[in-house]
């Protein structure tokens, strides 16, 4: 009886304490054991970068841990009609179209925007101007904007120099702010702001702020110094698609200081509100 007692005993404890727990008598290129069984290179180091691009069709096992494919700073186009509407007023009724377009990378993008307004009663624009920029991405959500702008209307035509920020402000805040210098010198800066609003996944209530100031008056322009105007608007749409909404809403807009006393001494008001349509939409 103690005989067999001592070899099962044996037999018991023979793979943990016999040659089989050795793994130098493992032929690994018999058993073909998978990847991380291998002594591969597990990179990247602590404190080394890792590459944006990991290499493709690797022969064997993999032997870039770490290395994860980024699809990134591939070019990409959008159109986007930011207002495109019917404004109507006591006077007079107005088309305004504020469109832009862009091509680029994440960090890297040429952008076109162009602005007008057309009235509809004298037939010919009252305003339309054009900027083409360089934009750089050089934080999260903003982008420095340079470039140059040129104003068709109101005439004579001129010619700016453009540099500005483009992004999300903290509590998603959309703002734009750019500075100009005329082909005459004249400094000028805009300031728009929008917010959205979130009524359902679908209706969006869009508050809408914009403000121009002039360091120098210009009186052919009707441009004095300081604070030139201040524009309030909301508006009101419904995404169909994200890519497209129809909008209705008010719009409030005011001259001020020097600039209010130019359009006096022309007859012109220096207030206005107009009830919008309009669309907006991207491609």
Do not use: C
């Not at 023979?14 to 040659?19: A, H, S």
């Not at 009186?219 to 608007?233: A, P």
């Not at 006393?261 to 007859?267: I, R, V, Y």
């Amino acid at each position: 009886m103690k005989t067999w007692v001592t070899i099962l005993f044996s037999l018991t404890f023979l793979p943990v304490t016999g040659p089989a727990a050795d793994e130098s008598h493992i032929d690994k290129e018999k058993h073909k054991f998978p990847a991380d069984y291998h002594e591969v290179d597990a990179g990247p180091e602590k404190g080394q970068e890792i590459r944006k691009y990991a290499d493709d069709a690797q022969s064997g096992a993999q032997k870039n841990f770490g290395v994860q494919p980024m699809h990134d700073n591939e070019i990409f186009a959008v159109f986007l009609v930011d207002r495109l509407e019917y404004q109507a007023r006591e006077r007079e009724d107005d088309f305004l179209w504020d469109v832009q377009a862009w091509l680029g990378s994440d960090y890297n993008k040429l952008w076109l925007k162009s602005e007008g307004v057309w009235l509809f009663d004298k037939e010919r624009a009252e305003e339309a101007q054009v900027e083409l920029l360089y934009s750089r991405n050089v934080t999260s959500f903003w982008d420095l904007q340079a470039g140059i702008r040129h104003d068709f209307k109101p005439e004579p035509i001129r010619t700016f120099a453009a540099l500005g920020v483009q992004g999300l402000a903290p509590y998603w805040f959309e703002v734009e702010a750019t500075a100009y210098i005329s082909d005459d010198g004249d400094l000028s800066a805009v300031l728009e702001a929008e917010y959205d609003l979130l009524l359902t996944q679908r209706l969006i209530l869009q508050p809408r702020f914009e403000t121009s100031v002039a360091v120098q008056e210009v009186e052919k322009y009707g441009i004095g110094k300081g604070v030139n105007d201040i524009e309030l608007g909301v508006r009101l749409r419904y995404e169909f698609r994200r890519e497209f909404a129809p909008y209705i809403g008010i719009s409030w807009s005011r001259k001020i200081g020097e600039t209010a006393d130019l359009a006096e001494d022309d007859g012109e008001d220096i207030d206005a509100t107009l009830f919008v349509i309009g669309i907006k939409a991207w491609f």
